[in-house]
């Protein structure tokens, strides 16, 4: 078969949707014009743990425009059917509105319906709970415990008892909120028993199926449509209380709802990435050849739900060492449920490993890149598989040419620029390349445009763009005629929108069904003897521009448009499929990164600013460059909001989160951000997937903390064990 010409992949194209978004004609989750819909607002528990005694309503009742107040007093026993997605940690799901108890501060207790949002605001600040409230438990370094999972190989104790150079070190990770740009919100609709929901999520599938248990419905009797997601982050990643609330308010009131949360809401609402502490024990020879690794790690989950993330794979493949033991315990608190957080687990390990590995380098006086040149392995040492590429040597040399890493100064806090001491720090990132199952429907009309059709989302890092790229070239047509269509429960099924594995799993879809009509085309033509192309062999005919032709001889040849009308045929069509990662597997699956930071921090007040960053990195072919730039820039400023900014502060008394707004939660602004710098490596990885991609969403945001904090260290001569890296801990 003759290789399809390649004229949208790898070009530096523009977002399709570019235009709606800035001309505020893009349509997100709150914004749908649903008629006769009412509002309403969420009344949130005030204790942190304890059970409700009552609820006085007459008040709210009374005000103008309150409609109804539903509380588990008066709601209707829901089914709750089976235990919800894949997406759902395992454990008791948060039941709403159907018993007295409190689970954690902000709990959803009552929703207010009302004609107008101010009235339902109003409302809802007029419904007086009473509690018995119970001393909540929600510090992590008091908390017992959960059994740990494990893993282990080698002898861990003999090789730091053996070990030339020993370090134990301890580091602390403060629980981040994700804090996209579009709040949380749900419109829901009854027509009958059928019901439609308007929502925010990063996997529409996940919030039909939850919905379909929780109100014991058919999975066909229940639609999610969700175009346009505002930033997710891994916060759509599952079906929040919320949604539960709107739809149950919709079907007892009998019309459509709005419920929008409030920035304040979302801190106790929508997950977070938890809170870590984290002891690591390295050993290694005088060499700086890495002999040992022992991790003890605890995180937070809440009480009724037991969540885990991939925060063990990193400490056993990314260096090559012997004896490694991993001990991962979760620790059940009074709260919300934590959930995924770009670049979930790998981030908040890679800056406990990387740190130490930098700790390592000092101590030794060994180049940090070339210690971890010196601990690369030939394979992953954790399932014995050949990595399928790895070119982490690559990202070093890369990185440390275009970033001036010679200029680093061996010794700590020996460069000034005035009153600022100056610092250089890298780090290493990895993330895993996950694939799972997809399909996708690609219609050829006779007019020469196509419609593709997926249930992916689309929550910034340009979904609509890259697959209209692969399937125009896939068709042979140009982006003008191409429209991909996402977001919609009622399309053929997509796996999450998160762990960056959109473009590998949906893509290699989207790119079987475009093969598959363009096949069909070429077969019609070869085949009728009216064509141009009839009796040419089907492998040397190609599709370019809306027209099929012999390769290398582009006049013999007719549009699809032609075809099809002289055959009298309104479309072609296709239902396209990827099967996911192969099991068992044959390789080990990963994509790296090399982050480089230089840091300036005031010597007096210990204020760190960061200068500039580079990131570069393995992630395979690059569909659209300009998105992927796009993602790392996102990525790196997120890892800067993680490594100095961000951090959730809440108050043990009663469970309550002092700093749950943009004014006292930090996030980077503009002035926080430097001069940003990416680049790819040019390649592909044809065993990941068709389209030889492997994921980039989540490593750009891997290794940007812990490079920071090196940098910090470097300038400095202090070590800080902690995130975010504060002027407090630095003076």
Not at 283 to 288: L, P
């Amino acid at each position: 078969m003759s290789p399809q010409p390649q004229a949208a992949v790898g070009a530096p194209l523009s977002r399709v949707d570019g235009r709606l978004k800035v001309t505020g004609k893009a349509t997100y989750a709150a914004e749908h014009d649903v008629d006769g819909a009412v509002h309403a607002v969420l009344v949130d528990s005030s204790i942190g743990r304890g059970r409700i005694t009552s609820i006085d309503t007459k008040a709210a009742l009374a005000h103008q425009g309150v409609l109804r107040v539903i509380s588990h007093l008066n709601a209707p026993k829901l089914p709750y059917r089976g235990t919800g997605p894949m997406t759902n940690p395992p454990g008791e799901r948060l039941r709403v509105f159907q018993d007295d108890r409190v689970r954690f501060h902000g709990q959803p207790v009552a929703v207010v319906l009302a004609t107008t949002l101010e009235a339902a605001q109003h409302g809802a600040s007029l419904v007086k709970v009473s509690c018995d409230a119970q001393p909540p438990s929600t510090d992590l370094r008091k908390a017992k415990a959960d059994k740990p999972t494990t893993y282990a190989r080698g002898d861990v104790d003999a090789g730091l008892r053996d070990a030339a150079v020993r370090l134990d070190l301890t580091y602390r990770m403060a629980r981040n909120h994700h804090n996209a740009m579009e709040p949380h919100a749900t419109i829901a609709r009854w027509d009958g028993t059928k019901l439609t929901v308007w929502d925010k999520t990063q996997w529409v599938l996940a919030a039909q199926t939850e919905l379909a248990g929780v109100f014991g419905l058919p999975m066909d009797s229940v639609r999610v449509i969700s175009p346009f997601v505002g930033g997710g982050f891994g916060s759509g990643l599952r079906c929040w209380p919320h949604t539960v609330a709107a739809a149950l308010a919709a079907r007892e009131l009998r019309r459509p709802v709005k419920l929008v949360l409030s920035r304040r809401q979302q801190y106790f609402g929508t997950g977070f990435r938890p809170a870590y502490e984290y002891r690591l024990r390295v050993g290694s020879d005088r060499r700086g050849r890495l002999t040992t690794m022992a991790h003890e790690l605890k995180a937070e989950t809440s009480s009724y739900e037991t969540f885990t993330e991939t925060v063990l794979p990193a400490g056993q493949m990314l260096y090559s060492m012997p004896n490694v033991r991993q001990d991962y315990r979760t620790v059940p608190l009074d709260v919300n449920t934590p959930i995924w957080m770009r670049g979930p687990g790998f981030a908040s390990a890679s800056f406990v490993i990387e740190s130490a590995l930098d700790e390592l380098a000092d101590k030794l006086r060994v180049d940090p890149i070339e210690l971890r040149r010196r601990n690369e392995p030939s394979e992953d040492e954790s399932t014995k598989l050949p990595f399928s590429t790895r070119r982490l040597r690559e990202c070093y040399t890369v990185g440390a040419r275009e970033f001036g890493w010679h200029r680093r100064p061996a010794k700590p806090r020996s460069r000034r620029d005035g009153d600022w001491l100056i610092g250089m720090g890298m780090a290493t990132g990895v993330y895993e390349t996950q694939r799972n199952q997809a399909e996708a429907r690609v219609r050829l009309d006779a007019d020469g445009t196509a419609i593709v059709e997926a249930a992916a989302s689309d929550m910034g890092p340009g979904t609509y763009t890259s697959q209209t790229q692969v399937a125009a070239d896939a068709l042979g047509l140009t982006m003008r005629t191409v429209t991909f269509r996402l977001g919609d429960s009622s399309y053929p099924a997509t796996p999450p929108h998160g762990g960056s594995q959109t473009m590998a799993s949906v893509g290699s879809a989207v790119l079987d069904g475009c093969n598959q009509v363009r096949h069909q085309a070429i077969k019609l033509a070869v085949e009728d003897e009216a064509s141009p192309l009839y009796g040419v062999p089907a492998a040397d005919v190609v599709a370019r521009g809306g027209r099929l032709h012999l390769q290398g001889n582009p006049a013999r040849g007719e549009t699809y448009q032609r075809l099809l009308a002289r055959l009298g045929r309104s479309h072609l069509e296709a239902l396209g499929s990827y099967a996911g990662a192969p099991n068992p597997a044959r390789h080990s699956f990963y994509a790296y990164n090399a982050t480089f930071a230089e840091v300036a921090v005031d010597a007096t007040l210990g204020l760190v600013r960061v200068r500039r960053m580079l990131g570069v990195y393995d992630a395979g072919r690059i569909i659209s460059p300009k998105l992927a730039e796009s993602q790392a820039i996102g990525g790196i400023v997120g890892g800067i909001g993680t490594a100095l900014l961000e951090h959730t502060v809440t108050d043990h008394r009663d469970g309550r989160i002092v700093n749950a707004n943009l004014a006292d939660y930090l996030v980077p602004v503009n002035a926080d951000v430097p001069d940003i710098k990416t680049i790819y490596l040019d390649g592909e990885d044809r065993e990941a997937d068709p389209l030889g991609v492997k994921g980039l969403g989540e490593v750009v945001h891997v290794g940007v903390a812990p490079a920071i904090a090196n940098a910090v260290f470097n300038a400095t001569g202090r070590r800080v064990g902690q995130l975010p890296v504060t002027a407090e801990a630095l003076i």
